[in-house]
Structures are given as C-alpha cells and as structure tokens.
C-alpha cells in the first residue's frame, strides 16, 4: 500500500504541477493506478466509465445553470440591485458597504459561481462605493468575502459536481445550502457593523434619507430577481421541479428578464451561450476524469485501505475535521474549488463515511472550506477576479480579504457545533 | 496559434450549443405541458397530456453531445483549467519545452481513449445494444457523438502539439504561452 500511495501521490504532484489540464492529469492518474497496480482490462474501464459518467440527468442541471448565470451576468441585474438596496442600507451601520453583503448573497441566489458573483456585482459596487468616500480596502475585502456564497447559496455548480460525485440529492444539497450561507452574509454584516462602530471616521455621512414611497418605488427593480429567485428555488424546495427543469426554467426567465430590461441582443446571447458552452464542457470533462479515477481508485482499494488506516488511529470525528480542513485549505491555495472535490470525493470520501459524517452536511463543510480558498494566494479566482477589476497586487486584495476568511472559519466551527443548521431545511422536505 | 482546423473546432462548439438549445427547449416544454394540465384540470377540462416521453433519457443523451462536441472548441479558448503557478515562472524558451510534455501527456491520453471509445461504440454496434426506459435509443447514437468529439479533440491536440514542437526546435525563445492568465 505504501508504494501505491507514494507513487500515486508522486503521479499527481507531476502531473498537475507540470501544468497538465486538470481533466488529463486526473485520467491519467487513473491510467497509473489501474495499469500498474489492478489487473483489470484498463482501456476498456476507462472508455466505459466515461461513458457511463457523461450522461444523467441530474448532471443535466450543471450547463443549465452555468448559463443562467452567463445570461443574468450580461444583463443590468446588478445596476438594479444596487439601486434597489442602496437607500435602505444608509441607517445601518457600515451602510452602503453592506450593499455588497445583501446583493452577493442575492445574486448568489440565482448563480452558481463565486467568480461571477465577484465579477458582477464588483462592477456596479466598487467604482459606485469608492467614488463615494468608502475604504477601498474594504470595499474589496467585503466583495471578494461575501462573493463567495456564489459557492453556498443555490443554485452552486460546485454543489451540483458533489452531488452528482457522491451520488447525493442534489435537491437536498441545495436546500442544505441555504441556512449556512444566510449564517455567512450575518457574520459578514456583523463584522461590518462592529467595524463601522469603531472606525466611525473611516466611513462616509449618510446621504439625505429618502422618504419611503421614494425607496419603494427604487426598490420595485428588485422585484423581477426575488420572482427569479422564488421561482427556482421555491420549485425546487417545493417539489414541483427536480433541479435540472428548474435550471431551464431559470435560463427561460433570465432570457425573458434581460429582454425586458433590453440588454439582450443576438450578439449578447450568443457570448453567453457561447461562454456557458466553454465552462460546461470544461467542467463536465473534469467530471469524467473524476469518474474515471474513482472507478480505478476503487479497484486498487486504496481509499478503503486509507479509511482503515484512519480508523485504527482513533481520531474522533472532529480530530478528523481539523486535520481535513488544514488539508483543504492547502490543497485550496494550490488548486481550484472543483479539482478540490473531485479529488477529495475519490480518494477521501470512504474515510469520511466510516467516521459516520452525514455526506450532506459534509458537502456543505467542503464547500465553506473550497470558499476560503478561492480568497486564499497564490490560487483565489475571486482574487484574480478583483485583481483584473481594480489593477492591485494580488497579496493586498488577500489582506483585505482576510478577515473574511476568519469568518468563514468561524462559520465552519458553527456548523460544526450546530450542524443542524445544515441538515434543519434538507429534512424538513421530507422524503422526496 | 493558428489552427487550421479552427472551423471545425467552431462547428463542434456550435454543435455543444445547439444540445444545450434543445435540452432548454425540451424541458421548457415538458413544464409548459405540465402547466397546461394544471390549468386544464382547473377550468374542469380534461387533461391535455403533453408530455415527452423518456424527456430525462434524451436529456441525458444531448448532454453528451453537450460536452464532447465542444470540447476542442473548449480547448482551443484555453478554457481547459490546469495549474499554470509553477510553470508560469519559467522563461519562454524553457516553458515551451514543458507544453510541449503537458501535450504530449493529453494527446497520449486522448488518442488512447478515442481507440477505447471506438472499442466501446463497436461493441454496442455488434450486440445491437439500446437505452432502458422508454424509448429505447440506440446506444451508438450518443456513443458516437462522444467519439467525434474526443477525436476533434485529437486534432485539436495534435495540431497545438505540432505547431509547439516546430517552435521548441527552431526558436524556442519567441514562445508565447497563449494562457498567460493563473486558471
């Protein structure tokens, strides 16, 4: 076992570290392992599990999504989400710095990704709060921290590539989703608040209060994105939509919506579509791969074989945690959120099972800890994100997001302790 | 890179686009039909009964066509995520030497699995091999809509891999990496 392990994990530094695409590198990894230590007939396993890995169902949701988000990036979702939410955030303390908590959490709701997210909201709130007198630093740090959710809140693309992995209802994941990342965007505007009580001087006077049928008529623009948002989330919790029809229903209204707003064209559908086309295949690659190393992974017991190793040490569960979550992080500073899971679902996922951890609430664990990591140096796509918005060294957008990375810690330790949190609304939709 | 294929590699990402069209549009339709019912029942008519049959099986199908017809297309826009951090740093004239392994690596492996999935599709060829469910489709339909794709892929390799060699043996230091960004 030790030499299978070595040169397994030796396999794998090379070939990522070389800079072999991620898909290629996990095929291969799993060439390695059934060639060299399996006598099965290795081709033949391969052709056939990418086979079998390419198709399903519940798989179908991921482009789905992926291209919702594409359509509502394009569109002025963002421009209307600030001017909704902006006159109701100048009382609060840390005001319109929390424009940026409530609409990443938003906007996290009708997409899939943190980069998105980022990319998004990042383009209405940090020229409109910096031209206002806030803290830059903040400003970026909030940003690159609260758009993470992107990851947490439903719809998650990486939520879906765990789900489909682990074999896991994704409807359930979903749902599982929701509690951790309210928890989130609250520890996030918390931190904010607590912040603009003790460095009152850093944050700009309020502007004149609007009289209140002023704000509700701003934020009448907020309408048609909560109707997004109810429509597929509510579906799914509801049951009336498995989450691949409500990710069609999804693109058909964002296409309806960008329309009414008139920013859609046939030049903007087409780079959407297009766009969704390039991150689908490329995640569905990864995906197969994936597969592929599982299936060659299984045959040479090495997960099973570790998962026993682990057992014999005795670690409790939250031992095993800790030690895991160390691992992710650095793993997490090296590699992207997706290769994250699929990595850790082949090789790590019987280990987790033998030490009794629900596989749903794991999935949200791992995905808090691929969160930290995406604002985490040398590898953060919400840093590269930020750096190719504002044009400043990577390392000082990562100290501004720094304290959120705490936070997300933080939140780990609370779902940790309370892990009903996670698992209340999954159960509370019964058996479906 | 100038690909000299690149209409080709276009067409499959067209064809990737197309199948999530009609994955879109076939269940957009199946819920309409849903509705429809609903409200037919509602009024006091009888059901209308529009449905797809086997809706989750075709899905499944175009799915495939969805990701393998666009994986070259993918490739050629450098989309295909890969560790770039400790390769990144090297100079062009030794870099070039590395994508020149990193290819060889995924052209291997693709050409390896394009003969396997040949194999596969031959397979369900001779035994005549369908999908469970409903309709039951012809396995060598999207089988062979993952074959093309990985083959286009292939190419896509192969044709990156040549162009990369004749620079690393002719002028190595004009190399430049056409995805200088950290994905």
């Known amino acids: 076992m030790l030499i299978l392990t070595l040169t397994l994990f030796v396999t794998l530094l090379v070939l990522l570290g070389s800079g072999v695409w991620v898909a290629f590198s996990l095929l291969g990894l799993g060439w390695v392992a059934l060639s060299q230590f399996t006598s099965i007939p290795t081709g033949d396993v391969m052709a056939s599990d990418l086979w079998g890995a390419s198709y399903s169902w519940e798989l179908t949701a991921l482009p789905m999504f992926i291209w919702m988000g594409e359509i509502l990036f394009r569109s002025r979702l963002a421009n209307d989400m600030f001017t909704g939410l902006s006159p109701w955030m100048q009382r609060i303390p840390g005001r319109l710095l929390h424009t940026n908590v409530v609409g990443c959490g938003l906007f996290a709701a009708v997409s899939g990704s943190s980069a998105a997210t980022c990319a998004t909201m990042g383009r209405m709130t940090l020229p409109e709060l910096t031209r206002r007198g806030y803290d830059e630093q903040l400003v970026i740090g909030t940003l690159a921290g609260s758009a993470t959710l992107g990851l947490l809140i439903p719809p998650s693309i990486i939520l879906i590539v765990y789900g489909v992995a682990t074999d896991q209802s994704i409807a359930r994941l979903f749902m599982a989703g929701i509690l951790p990342g309210v928890l989130l965007s609250g520890l996030f505007a918390a931190y904010l608040m607590v912040w603009a009580w003790r460095y009152p001087e850093k944050i700009p006077a309020a502007e004149a209060a609007l009289p209140w049928r002023e704000r509700l008529r701003h934020s009448r623009r907020l309408i048609p994105l909560l109707a997004l948002i109810l429509g597929v989330i509510g579906s799914i919790y509801a049951g009336l939509a498995s989450p691949t029809e409500a990710a069609a229903v999804g693109v058909v209204l964002s296409l309806l919506l960008a329309r009414v707003q008139g920013s859609m064209d046939r030049h903007v559908f087409h780079d959407a579509l297009m766009g969704a086309v390039r991150t689908s295949c490329m995640i569905a690659f990864i995906l197969a791969g994936a597969s592929v190393l599982t299936a060659a992974m299984g045959f040479t017991g090495l997960p099973s074989d570790l998962a026993a190793w682990i057992g014999t040490l005795g670690l409790s569960p939250v031992m095993l945690l800790a030690a895991l979550t160390v691992l992710f992080i650095l793993l997490g500073c090296f590699l992207d959120g997706i290769s994250v899971v699929v990595l850790t679902t082949s090789i790590l996922l019987p280990m987790v099972e033998t030490a009794g951890i629900d596989l749903i609430w794991f999935g949200i664990y791992l995905v808090i800890v691929v969160e930290m990591s995406q604002i985490t140096p040398p590898i953060g796509f919400n840093l590269f994100v930020l750096q190719g918005m504002t044009g400043r060294n990577i390392l000082s957008i990562a100290r501004a997001a720094l304290p959120f990375f705490f936070l997300m810690m933080l939140g780990v330790v609370l779902i940790g302790l309370f892990p009903a949190i996670v698992t209340f609304l999954p159960s509370a939709m019964g058996n479906r | ?183």
Do not use: K
């Not at chain 2, 990701?67 to 070259?72: N, V, W, Y």
């Open chain 2, 1 to 183: 890179m100038n690909y000299r294929l690149r209409s080709l590699y276009h067409l499959g990402g067209y064809l990737s686009a197309t199948c999530l069209v009609l994955i879109c549009g076939l269940i957009t339709l199946q819920i309409l039909g849903r509705l429809g019912d609903i409200l037919a029942t509602a009024v006091g008519a009888g059901r209308i009964g529009l449905t797809i049959p086997g809706l989750a099986q075709i899905c499944g199908f175009l799915l495939v066509g969805a990701t393998f017809f666009g994986l070259a297309y993918t490739f050629i826009h450098h989309a295909h995520i890969r560790v770039t951090l400790l390769i990144g740093q090297l100079p062009p004239r030794y870099r070039v030497f590395v994508e020149v392994a990193c290819l060889s690596v995924a052209l291997a492996l693709c050409l390896y699995l394009a003969f396997y999935l040949y194999q596969l599709l031959a397979d369900s060829v001779a035994y005549g091999e369908t999908s469970y469910g409903l309709l039951s489709i012809p396995l060598w339909l999207p089988q062979s809509a993952m074959l093309a794709g990985v083959v286009l892929f292939c190419l896509a390799l192969a044709e990156t891999w040549w162009q990369t060699l004749a620079i690393a043996v002719r002028r190595p230091g004009s190399f430049i990496p056409g995805d200088t960004d950290q994905t």
